[in-house]
Each structure stands twice: as C-alpha cells, then as structure tokens.
C-alpha cells in the first residue's frame, strides 16, 4: 500500500546525543515536510524539501539538520543543539501542484521523541 | 507572514448533538487553500477537505460542513449529529499561493461523549 512510513514510532534519548528519525513514502511525491507538535499547539514547520538535493528551512530549523539524498528518503537528525527536542514529530509529503491547484499532504504516524 | 487561529482548544459534546469548530485566518495572499485535518488518537493527520480561495460554496460531505466566508477570513467545520468515533483533535490549516508554506492553527480536541 502506497503511503508514508515513519519509524521508530517512540524513542528516547539522554541529553547531547544525536537522533535520527526516518521518513520513508512510495507515493512518488517530490516535496516532503517535516513537522513538530507540542501539546495543545498546532503543527510547526521545521524544514521541507521540495525536490531531491535540495531542502529549505521552515519556522523552527535550529537544532535540527535533515538531507535529501533520494525521492523517496527526508530524514530528520535532532541534534544536540535543540534545546527542548521533546515532542512528536510529524512527516507528511504532498502532491505537484499544478494548473494553481494546491497539493495535498499526507502524513505518517508520528515519531515521539522523548529526552531522559 | 500567515496566520490561523482556532480559538476553541478543547469542545465537548453529547453524542447526537451538532458541533461547529471554528477556524479564522490571515493572508496577504489572494490566492490561498484551506485545509482541515482531523487527529485521531494513532497521531496520523488525515485530511478532510481542500478549499480554493476563489471558491466560497459552502460543501457537505455526509455529517461534515463547512462554511467558507472571505469576509470574514473564516472557515468553519460543523459535525451534525456527532458520534463517539469523531472525537479528535481537528486543525484548520492554511497554504500560501507559493504552495509551498503550509501553516495550521492550534488545533481543537473534540470530545463526544455517548
């Protein structure tokens, strides 16, 4: 079935240490997001990538670092650098925007990151 | 820059009774879309509906409405005859002309109580 896979669904990690989460979509999409949600806020741009190589940052980029090597792969590294990196993370991908249609975002289930 | 607000955080209602979240934004952009998008407890965003700027029909989709007023920069979602399995968290989201700018408000959790 086509859609967006994130893993791991829950980790844990003590402060300074580096964490990668994955982001993985069959749906042949060129631009991927990234997203943060605190509780009883809403969703937060961290970066996007709207074709393979290149990548822009959103509203909240520091402490964070992604790469977009392949079409289908945008995984985001937390890094040591953020400085409240507990929340659930959120990827999603969209289709073309064409003829000044709007493209669709489809998200994954979340990674929830939690620091010790 | 763009914004919405969703002023409700938290609703609760009786099963059967209607609901209405409301979702108000602000755009320098003439040309935008609307989005609302419902979060279940598994944490997944699933999209409900996409509304052009330049289309102010109201639409119906079962139980679900939504009521696009320009002038006031608002775009409601009403729920009728709400049912347990809807109690969510629900965000209104807003997409720039550039399509490349996504922004949600705050979100509104639902409760429907049976």
């Known amino acids: 079935d086509g859609g967006i896979t994130q893993s791991p669904k829950y980790l844990f990690r003590k402060e300074g240490q580096n964490v990668t989460l994955s982001c993985e979509q069959n749906l042949n999409h060129d631009a991927m997001y990234w997203y943060r949600q605190d509780p009883g806020q809403g969703l937060r741009l961290i970066y996007y990538s709207q074709i393979v190589n290149d990548f822009q940052k959103g509203d909240i980029a520091e402490g964070y670092s992604v790469s977009r090597e392949k079409k289908e792969s945008f995984p985001l590294t937390v890094t040591s650098a953020q400085k409240n990196p507990t929340a659930f993370y959120l990827c999603a991908s969209s289709t073309p925007s064409s003829g000044g249609g709007a493209g669709e975002l489809f998200f994954g289930e979340g990674s929830r990151l939690t620091v010790l | 820059a763009q914004k919405v607000t969703q002023a409700q955080t938290e609703i609760s209602v009786v099963e059967k009774e209607d609901v209405t979240l409301d979702c108000v934004y602000e755009t320098r952009d003439t040309t935008y879309y609307l989005f609302w998008y419902k979060q279940p407890p598994s944490g997944e965003l699933v999209f409900l509906i996409r509304?052009?700027?330049?289309?102010?029909q109201n639409e119906i989709s079962g139980r679900y409405s939504w009521n696009f007023q320009k002038s006031t920069s608002s775009f409601n979602f009403t729920i009728t005859a709400s049912q347990v399995v809807d109690s969510a968290v629900y965000f209104c989201?807003?997409?720039?002309?550039?399509?490349?700018?996504?922004?949600f408000g705050g979100g509104t959790r639902l409760m429907v109580k049976p």
């Open positions: 509304r052009n700027s330049f289309d102010e």
């Open positions: 989201a807003l997409l720039n002309n550039a399509g490349n700018m996504l922004t």
